[in-house]
């Protein structure tokens, strides 16, 4: 089942505007650290679910081999321009069975969009069944008793194209273990503006369904503090404050 966010689809290409290279670097510099560190084998193949447009993988691929899955087929036309010698594929996490295993699994920008505690257990174990025994699993999440409503900002312009987005963060408290994230486009091409908003809902678990969650799938657990690198955009006095869940399959 593909995706019909038009923030993957038809405006997949305003991330090249909105996303700073240099902010890819750093998380994954993070993630490759830990999961090396975690490691009691060398790792060198990656699965990389919820891959998006490419841009974690053009630092993850100096490290390891990588395979990449999205469900946006808008982000998997750029990624596959970006990296033509990575195989991606498109597929959804919940029900993901590629038939092979890797050092390691990371999920570094898409668990959210498992909006219920079944979901986010398939995701789990979809990244076990891609593991080796004593692989690596990665995941950034948030947990629901430190997470905030926010508002963030980002904006890019080059020759004539101006594109800024806004995004509202909002805990629904009518619907559990969710959050909402408002996405406000304003596009301008010569000075003429279009303007598109769409909203997503997404996944927000307590620290103890995380921890239940990576048992059940027969994952160690533990889980490190990741710096904010949203912090630039985020509006006003916010915090996001972010984890890295980690994971061996025992």
């Not at 650290?33 to 990656?46: H, S």
């Not at 995941?139 to 594109?163: C, M, P, T, W």
């Not at 997404?202 to 710096?227: I, N, P, R, V, Y």
Request: charged share 25%; glycine share 8%; proline share 3%.
């Amino acid at each position: 089942m593909a995706s019909s966010w038009i923030a993957y689809n038809e405006l997949a290409w305003t991330e090249d505007l909105l996303a700073d290279p240099a902010d890819y670097e750093a998380e994954v510099a993070i993630y490759v650290d830990r999961i090396k560190r975690n490691a009691t084998q060398g790792v060198r193949t990656l699965l990389h679910m919820g891959c998006g447009a490419g841009g974690y993988d053009s630092f993850f691929k100096r490290h390891f081999a990588v395979t990449g899955v999205d469900i946006s087929r808008g982000m998997l036309d750029k990624a596959r321009i970006r990296h033509p010698e990575i195989q991606y594929i498109e597929g959804d996490m919940r029900t993901l069975r590629l038939g092979v295993a890797y050092d390691a699994v990371v999920i570094p920008d898409s668990i959210d969009y498992m909006t219920s505690l079944p979901e986010l257990r398939m995701a789990i174990e979809t990244a076990v069944a891609h593991l080796k025994p004593d692989g690596i699993l990665l995941v950034v999440g948030k947990i629901r008793e430190i997470f905030q409503d926010n508002n963030f900002a980002y904006a890019g312009e080059r020759e004539g194209l101006h594109v800024t987005l806004l995004e509202n963060n909002y805990i629904n408290r009518y619907r559990p273990d969710t959050y909402e994230a408002t996405l406000v486009y304003l596009i301008r091409v010569k000075g003429e503006l279009t303007v598109h908003t769409e909203c997503h809902m997404l996944g927000l678990f307590s620290q103890a369904a995380w921890e239940k969650t990576f048992a059940h799938a027969g994952l160690s657990f533990q889980q490190e503090a990741l710096d904010d690198t949203y912090g630039k955009y985020v509006l006003g006095d916010g915090a996001y404050p972010l984890k890295t869940f980690i994971g061996k399959k025992l």
